[in-house]
Each structure stands twice: as structure tokens, then as C-alpha cells.
């Protein structure tokens, strides 16, 4: 029986015991709508974890295929296109450690929060003490909903500037490598690369 992943103190990314990729799918109803209103949507989901010992790493695999359910298309909208100033988010959002030194988040072209927010580059490399997560969009290219400052953390954000309408279904992936020490712009590249290329890194 293969072991998933385990993390560390107060969420900090911890090391691999993995032998083997585990993977865990369920099918996301969503919330009940008011009575006499149809359903809008049905998600299914899949996490997967699986050890990249060639790069003494380990990733997570988030995917996620929305199905509408309605006779037209439904509008996903951020809390920002709802008039709240900032709140671009939406999708998965990994909330990283706050730690006493600063973190640090770049891709191949930029570096720091505001140059690296909103970006829709295929990854960004997100460093603290000790650790580094670098996340991928595997299936989609959105925009980049970066948090430093504040609570530090990444993630997607596919109705950040612009309402997001499903016609029939809307397929979503992102993996997150997660590796010790303060990764370099260059071996981030590397890793986003490994897991781009890697047979089966599709979830």
C-alpha cells in the first residue's frame, strides 16, 4: 500500500514517503439550489500524489471538469467582477507558510508579487525558508492570483478580469511541485518542464 505525502508543521511542505502515485476522484455535487431552481452544475474532481525522485521532489495534481447542466451557458464570476476591489481569486488557492523571512515569487520573466500577479505565464516558483512550491497549469493557461505580503500563496484565477462562461464543460489542472530549499528561477523552469513531459502528468 502506497503512502501519499506528508507535510510539516503549521502546513509547511514536508518530504515525500511515497512508493507510488496515490490518487483519490469523487463527484462534487455543489450546493443545493433554491427549491424550484434547477441545478446549475456538477463537478468532478481528482488529487493525485506522486514522488519525482529524479528530482528528489514530490507533486500534487488538482483536476477538476465542470459539466453544465443548464439549457444555456452558466457565468463563473470573481469576487473582484462583484465589486470587491482585489478579489480576483477563484479556482484552488495553495496558502503557504508565513515564515519570518520574507517569501519570494518569481517565474522565467518576473519576479515579485506585483510583476508576477495577473501574469499568464505557465508557472511561477513560490520560495520561503526551506521550501519552494512551483505550480503548473497542466490543462488552461489563467491568470495568476499571487499573494506575498499579505498570506503568502498561488493560485489560479480564471474569472479574474473578465466573467467566465462553460458552454458544456470546462476542464481545469494544476500540479505543485513541492521541493526543499529556495529554488532558482532555472531549476523551477526544469521542474514546470519535468512535469509538463512526464508520461502520465496529465491528471
Known amino acids: 500500500m502506497s503512502r501519499a505525502l506528508v507535510t510539516g508543521s503549521a502546513g ?32 468532478d474532481r481528482a488529487v493525485t500524489a506522486r514522488p519525482l525522485p529524479e528530482a528528489d521532489a514530490w507533486a500534487l495534481e488538482l483536476a477538476f471538469t465542470l459539466h453544465n447542466r443548464t439549457d444555456g ?23 503557504a507558510p508565513e515564515d519570518s523571512a520574507e517569501p519570494e515569487v518569481c517565474t522565467a520573466e518576473a519576479r515579485g508579487e506585483p510583476a508576477v500577479h495577473g501574469g499568464r505565464t ?27 505580503a499579505e498570506h503568502p500563496g498561488v493560485g489560479p484565477a480564471p474569472a479574474r478580469d473578465t466573467p467566465l462562461r462553460v458552454p458544456d464543460r470546462l476542464d481545469r489542472a494544476i500540479t505543485v511541485v513541492v521541493a526543499d530549499g529556495r529554488l532558482t528561477a532555472e531549476r523551477a523552469g526544469a521542474l514546470a518542464e519535468l512535469v509538463v ?3 502520465g502528468g496529465d491528471p
Request: positive net charge; glycine residues 14%; proline residues 14%.
Open 197 to 199: 513531459n512526464r508520461p
Open 12 to 43: 509547511r511542505p514536508g518530504r515525500s514517503v511515497a512508493a507510488a502515485p496515490a490518487a483519490a476522484g469523487h463527484e462534487v455535487i455543489g450546493v443545493d439550489p433554491a427549491p424550484g431552481t434547477p441545478r446549475e452544475a456538477a463537478e
Open 122 to 148: 505557465p508557472w511561477p516558483v513560490l520560495t520561503g525558508r526551506g521550501w519552494s512550491l512551483v505550480f503548473v497549469q497542466v490543462r488552461g493557461l489563467d491568470p495568476w492570483f499571487v499573494r506575498v
Open 73 to 95: 451557458p452558466p457565468t463563473i464570476r470573481s469576487p473582484a467582477r462583484k465589486g470587491r476591489v482585489g478579489a480576483g481569486y477563484g479556482g484552488s488557492f495553495w496558502r
